[in-house]
C-alpha cells in the first residue's frame, strides 16, 4: 500500500485601506517565499473608484481557477491528455435588509460547467472531474462549511470577537 | 418598523486554459455592468510559469478584501468615524496523498486579526466587526456552508457530475 502523507498550505494577507473603498492587500505564501501584491475596490455606484475588482470577482477567479489547476495537475497524474478546459462559473448571493441598516447575506447557489477537451472516455472525464472537486481547497472548504474567527485589537490588547 | 427588501447579487466567470497552469477568467457583475480580465497562475515548483498569482492568494485577497469593505460601509451607516483599518488574515490548508495519487484537502482554520483606527468605543467597535462579519458574502457562505454544483459537457450534452 502507497505511503499516505501529509502537507500544510498556509496563506497570509495584511490588508491596508486607501482610497475610498480601495484595500491593498499583500498576500505571501511563505512556504514557497512567494509574496503578491493585490488590491480590490468597488465602482462608483458603492462609494469607490473602480481602481481594482471588487472582493467577489477575485473570488469568482479564485474558486474558478482553483478547480481548472486541479483539472490539469490531476490529468496528468491520472495520465490522461487534456489539451484545453473551460469552466463557466455562476455564483449567486441574496442580502436581506431592513431600512438602511447593515445588511446580511447569505449564499444561494454555485454552480460551474466544466469542457474539458480530450480524447478521454466519459468514465475517465467522469473521474478527473471527481479527483479535482476532492482536491480543488476552496471547493473542499465550502462544502466543509468553516466558522472563520477574529480578534479586534482595543487598546493594546487583541480581543476574541 | 422599516421595510425589509432583498438584492440579488450574481457574478459569472468564464476561464480558459493558457500556458502551462496559467488560467485566464473574465468575471463579469452584470448587474453593475461591469467585467474584469482575471489570471490565475503557478510558480515554477507546481508546473506553472508564475504568471499570475495562484488561485489561493486571489482567494486570501477576495476575503480580506470583503470583510474590510463590510467594515467601511458599514462604519458609515452606523455612523462611526473610521479612519483606516488593517486586517491581517492566516488561512490553513491540508492535503492527504497516498502515493502519487491525486490528494484530498481540507481547511484546517481561517483567522482575521482587524485592528481599527477610531476614536469609537469598544462597543461600538465590536458592534461594527459584528455587523461585518454578518454582511460579508464571502464569511457568511463559508459558515453555512455550500455544495457547489457541477455539470461536465459530454458530447453534445451536458451532465450534472
Same mark, same amino acid.
Given at each position: +500500500?502507497?505511503?499516505?502523507?501529509?502537507?500544510?498550505?498556509?496563506?497570509? /494577507?495584511? /490588508?491596508?485601506?486607501?482610497?475610498?473603498? $480601495?484595500?491593498?492587500?499583500?498576500?505571501?505564501? %511563505?512556504?514557497?517565499?512567494?509574496?503578491?501584491?493585490?488590491? *480590490?475596490?468597488?465602482? %462608483?455606484?458603492?462609494? =469607490?473608484?473602480? *481602481?481594482? %475588482?471588487?472582493?467577489?470577482?477575485?473570488?469568482?477567479?479564485?474558486?474558478? /481557477?482553483?478547480? +481548472?489547476?486541479?483539472? $490539469?495537475?490531476?490529468?496528468?497524474? +491520472?495520465?490522461?491528455?487534456?489539451?484545453?478546459?473551460?469552466?463557466?462559473?455562476?455564483? !449567486?448571493?441574496?442580502?436581506?435588509?431592513? =431600512?438602511?441598516? %447593515?445588511?446580511?447575506?447569505?449564499?444561494?447557489?454555485?454552480? +460551474?460547467?466544466?469542457?474539458?477537451? *480530450?480524447?478521454?472516455?466519459?468514465?475517465? $472525464?467522469?473521474?478527473?472531474?471527481?479527483?479535482?472537486?476532492?482536491?480543488?481547497?476552496?471547493?473542499?472548504?465550502?462544502?466543509?462549511?468553516?466558522?472563520?474567527? !477574529?480578534?479586534?485589537?482595543?487598546?493594546?490588547?487583541?480581543?476574541?470577537?
Amino acid at each position: +500500500m502507497a505511503e499516505t502523507k501529509t502537507f500544510d498550505v498556509i496563506f497570509e /494577507g495584511v /490588508g491596508t485601506s486607501s482610497g475610498k473603498m $480601495r484595500n491593498d492587500i499583500s498576500v505571501e505564501w %511563505p512556504m514557497m517565499k512567494e509574496k503578491f501584491e493585490l488590491a *480590490t475596490d468597488e465602482g %462608483p455606484f458603492h462609494g =469607490g473608484d473602480g *481602481t481594482a %475588482p471588487p472582493p467577489l470577482a477575485l473570488f469568482c477567479a479564485a474558486l474558478t /481557477g482553483c478547480l +481548472m489547476t486541479q483539472i $490539469r495537475a490531476f490529468a496528468k497524474r +491520472m495520465k490522461i491528455d487534456l489539451r484545453n478546459v473551460t469552466v463557466s462559473t455562476r455564483l !449567486h448571493w441574496r442580502g436581506e435588509q431592513e =431600512g438602511n441598516d %447593515p445588511y446580511v447575506t447569505q449564499p444561494v447557489g454555485f454552480h +460551474m460547467d466544466v469542457d474539458m477537451e *480530450t480524447d478521454a472516455s466519459e468514465d475517465d $472525464r467522469m473521474a478527473l472531474l471527481a479527483a479535482a472537486k476532492k482536491g480543488c481547497f476552496l471547493e473542499q472548504t465550502l462544502m466543509q462549511g468553516l466558522v472563520v474567527g !477574529h480578534r479586534l485589537k482595543l487598546g493594546d490588547d487583541w480581543r476574541d470577537a
